[in-house]
C-alpha cells in the first residue's frame, strides 16, 4: 500500500520551500474572489500547480480538489485535498500564520493529512488510526476544560454576506468563554487544538480544504469534529474541541444556528 502521509509530507514541504523562497517582501493581490477581501496571490496557484505536478507524477490515477484549480477526477479511488495556502491574508502581510494544508481520501474517508505551517517551520501529520504528530512528539488535544475556562479560536471566511452573522455570533461566545483567538488560518487553528494551544475551534462556511487535513489531525490528537446537530462539518459552523468541550460548545451555538440565513 502506498505510504500516503510521507509521499503528502514530501510534497508539503516541496511547496512550502518554494513559497518561502519565493514570496515577495510585499505579494502583490492577483485577484479577489468572493469578497474584496477574499484574495488570492499568484504564489496560491503557482504553489497548487507544483503540488498537482508532484501529485500527477507520483500517482497519475488520484483526483484532486484545490482551493486554485477546483475538481480533477480520477479513476483510483484517492483523491487528494489540497489548500496550497490556508492564510492567504497572512501570507499577504507577512504575518506567521499560513500553511500548506494536504490531505488523502481514499473511497470517501481522509486516511491522511499534513499541515505545514512554514514560517513557523511546524509539519503536523497524522494517518487514521497512527495518532497525530508535530516533530515526533505525539499530540493530545486539552480534556477537562470547562467552557468558561476554554481559549477559543475561530475564524471569520471572508465572504461579505457572512460578517454580520459571525459578529452576531462572536458577541454570543466572548463573555462565555475564556478568550477567543484569531490566528487568520482554519487549518492552522485545527493544529491548535490538536497541540494543546487552544482549547476548541468554531468557525462559519469553512471549506473541505480549509479542514480535511488540519480535522484528522485534530481528531487523532483526541478531538471531536463535527457541524452542529450532528452534520458534517463544513455545512454551517464547523466545531472542534475534546469530546465533553464539543458538547458544551455544540448547545452554546445552538440557538444561533445559522441554517436560518443560508
Ligand atoms: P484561505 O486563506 O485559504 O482563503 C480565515 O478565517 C480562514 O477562512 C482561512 O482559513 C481562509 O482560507 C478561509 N476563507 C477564506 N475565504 C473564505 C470564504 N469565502 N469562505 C470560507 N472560508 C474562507
Ligand atoms: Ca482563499
Ligand atoms: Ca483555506
Ligand atoms: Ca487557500
Same mark, same amino acid.
Given at each position: 500500500m502506498t505510504d500516503y502521509l510521507a509521499l503528502?509530507?514530501?510534497?508539503?514541504?516541496?511547496?512550502g520551500e518554494m513559497l518561502l523562497a519565493k514570496r515577495p517582501d510585499r505579494p502583490e493581490v492577483l485577484a479577489v474572489k468572493s469578497s474584496p477581501t477574499d484574495v488570492?496571490?499568484?504564489?496560491?496557484?503557482? +504553489? !497548487?500547480? #507544483?503540488?498537482?505536478?508532484?501529485?500527477?507524477?507520483?500517482?497519475?490515477?488520484?483526483?484532486?480538489?484545490?482551493?486554485?484549480?477546483?475538481?480533477?477526477?480520477?479513476?483510483?479511488?484517492v483523491r487528494w485535498i489540497v489548500d496550497p495556502i490556508d492564510?492567504?491574508?497572512?501570507?499577504?502581510y507577512g504575518l506567521p500564520d499560513w500553511c500548506v494544508s494536504l490531505a488523502v481520501e481514499v473511497d470517501g474517508e481522509v486516511v491522511a493529512g499534513v499541515v505545514n505551517v512554514v514560517p513557523r517551520g511546524e509539519v503536523f501529520?497524522?494517518?487514521r488510526g497512527s495518532g497525530a504528530y508535530l516533530a515526533g512528539r505525539r499530540l493530545q488535544c486539552n480534556t477537562g476544560v470547562p467552557l468558561?475556562?476554554?481559549?477559543?479560536?475561530?475564524?471569520?471566511?471572508?465572504?461579505?454576506?457572512?460578517?454580520?452573522?459571525? +459578529? !452576531?455570533? #462572536?458577541?454570543h461566545v466572548l463573555p462565555r468563554v475564556r478568550d477567543i483567538r484569531r490566528y487568520g488560518s482554519a487549518a492552522a487553528d485545527l493544529c491548535?487544538?490538536?497541540?494543546?494551544?487552544?482549547?476548541?475551534?468554531?468557525?462559519?462556511?469553512?471549506?473541505?480544504?480549509?479542514?480535511?487535513?488540519?480535522?484528522?489531525?485534530?481528531v487523532e490528537a483526541g478531538a471531536r469534529l463535527g457541524g452542529l446537530r450532528g452534520r458534517e462539518p463544513n455545512s454551517d459552523l464547523t466545531l472542534?474541541?475534546?469530546?465533553?468541550?464539543?458538547?458544551?460548545?455544540?448547545?452554546?451555538?445552538?440557538?444561533?444556528?445559522p441554517e436560518r440565513d443560508a
Open positions: 503528502a509530507e514530501d510534497i508539503a514541504r516541496e511547496a488570492v496571490t499568484a504564489l496560491d496557484r503557482a +504553489a !497548487e500547480e #507544483l503540488i498537482r505536478a508532484r501529485i500527477a507524477a507520483a500517482r497519475p490515477g488520484d483526483a484532486v480538489l484545490g482551493e486554485e484549480g477546483g475538481d480533477t477526477p480520477g479513476g483510483s479511488g492564510g492567504t491574508v497572512n501570507f499577504l501529520t497524522a494517518s468558561p475556562q476554554a481559549l477559543v479560536a475561530t475564524g471569520f471566511g471572508y465572504e461579505s454576506n457572512r460578517r454580520e452573522v459571525q +459578529a !452576531e455570533v #462572536l458577541a491548535a487544538v490538536a497541540a494543546g494551544r487552544v482549547d476548541a475551534y468554531y468557525e462559519r462556511g469553512v471549506n473541505t480544504w480549509d479542514h480535511a487535513a488540519g480535522g484528522l489531525i485534530a472542534c474541541a475534546a469530546p465533553d468541550l464539543f458538547d458544551a460548545l455544540h448547545d452554546m451555538l445552538l440557538p444561533l444556528d
